[in-house]
Structure formats: structure tokens, C-alpha cells
């Protein structure tokens, strides 16, 4: 089986000899993920491309735009290679998706107003207007209490 390792070890040779061991195959174009969840780090490109370990508990929101997901602090925008999927996972339980292509910081919203067709328009802390779409209307008042 083919599996791709996410991890923030600095040297996970230990744990790739482990997993080869017993059948497994280390390739980067796996379908199948094995994440750390403990890391309190993700990987993000700067503007310049070089890779950083940006903290996660500055993330603000995490928004999927085509093909490229982008990372957005109070101050900076970066890009991410993760899917929103493997992102939301990393995240933990501070984290709240609100669309199909986006993913906030649950304590980062300023203001909540309503919109149309069973939507909510929110105001976060870095500035940036997100939107909960019909999906996640229901499952974002309940969590709120709206």
C-alpha cells in the first residue's frame, strides 16, 4: 500500500524503516495520508517561495481558490500546498469550516450579519468578508447559538 508521510520530525527515517517494514510503500503521489496531528506548525510558501513552518494558532482563515489553497494570518497571505482537506485536519477543534473552499479560526469572526438565501456574511479579524454558505448554515447556528 502506498501512503505519503506529513510529518514535522526532522528526521523521519525511523518511522519511514518502521512503516516499510511491514509492506508499506513511501511515495508523495499516494492516495492515502498519514498526518501528524500534534504539530503546531504547517508548512506555507512565502513570496519569495521558500517553504516556512508558519504557527497554526496564527491562521485566521484557509481558503481554496481552484487549484491553490492560501493560508491567511492577521498581516500576511500564504500559500499552501496541503488540500483544504488535510489542512482541516491538522487544524484541530479551533478551527470551523464554513464552505466547501473555506475554513476559519472559530474565535476570529468580529461580526455576523445575515445574506441571502440562507447565508452568513462575516467580518474576521484580519478584515476579510467570508461567507457561510447553505451547507454550513445550520452546523455554524447551532455552534454560535444564532
Given at each position: 500500500?502506498?501512503?505519503?508521510?506529513?510529518?514535522?520530525?526532522?528526521?523521519?527515517?525511523?518511522?519511514?524503516?518502521?512503516?516499510?517494514?511491514?509492506?508499506?510503500?513511501?511515495?508523495d503521489?499516494?492516495?492515502?495520508?498519514?498526518v501528524?496531528?500534534?504539530?503546531?506548525?504547517?508548512?506555507?510558501?512565502?513570496?519569495?517561495?521558500?517553504?516556512?513552518?508558519?504557527?497554526?494558532?496564527?491562521?485566521?482563515?484557509?481558503e481554496?481558490?481552484?487549484?491553490?489553497n492560501?493560508?491567511?494570518?492577521?498581516?500576511?497571505k500564504?500559500?499552501?500546498?496541503?488540500?483544504?482537506?488535510?489542512?482541516?485536519?491538522?487544524?484541530?477543534?479551533?478551527?470551523?469550516?464554513?464552505?466547501?473552499?473555506?475554513?476559519?479560526?472559530?474565535?476570529?469572526?468580529?461580526?455576523?450579519?445575515?445574506?441571502f438565501?440562507?447565508?452568513?456574511?462575516?467580518?474576521?479579524?484580519?478584515?476579510?468578508?467570508?461567507?457561510?454558505?447553505?451547507n454550513?448554515?445550520?452546523?455554524?447556528?447551532?455552534?454560535?447559538?444564532?
Amino acid at each position: 500500500m502506498k501512503i505519503k508521510i506529513d510529518s514535522s520530525v526532522s528526521n523521519p527515517e525511523s518511522i519511514i524503516k518502521k512503516l516499510e517494514s511491514i509492506g508499506f510503500v513511501i511515495s508523495d503521489d499516494a492516495t492515502l495520508e498519514l498526518v501528524e496531528r500534534n504539530s503546531n506548525f504547517i508548512k506555507v510558501v512565502n513570496d519569495r517561495m521558500d517553504f516556512i513552518l508558519l504557527p497554526i494558532n496564527e491562521i485566521v482563515s484557509i481558503e481554496s481558490l481552484g487549484k491553490d489553497n492560501y493560508v491567511y494570518t492577521k498581516d500576511n497571505k500564504f500559500l499552501v500546498r496541503d488540500t483544504l482537506e488535510s489542512l482541516a485536519n491538522k487544524l484541530g477543534n479551533n478551527y470551523i469550516r464554513i464552505s466547501k473552499s473555506t475554513i476559519i479560526e472559530r474565535n476570529s469572526i468580529k461580526k455576523i450579519g445575515p445574506s441571502f438565501q440562507m447565508k452568513y456574511k462575516l467580518l474576521l479579524s484580519n478584515g476579510r468578508i467570508v461567507y457561510v454558505t447553505r451547507n454550513y448554515y445550520y452546523s455554524f447556528k447551532e455552534y454560535y447559538g444564532l
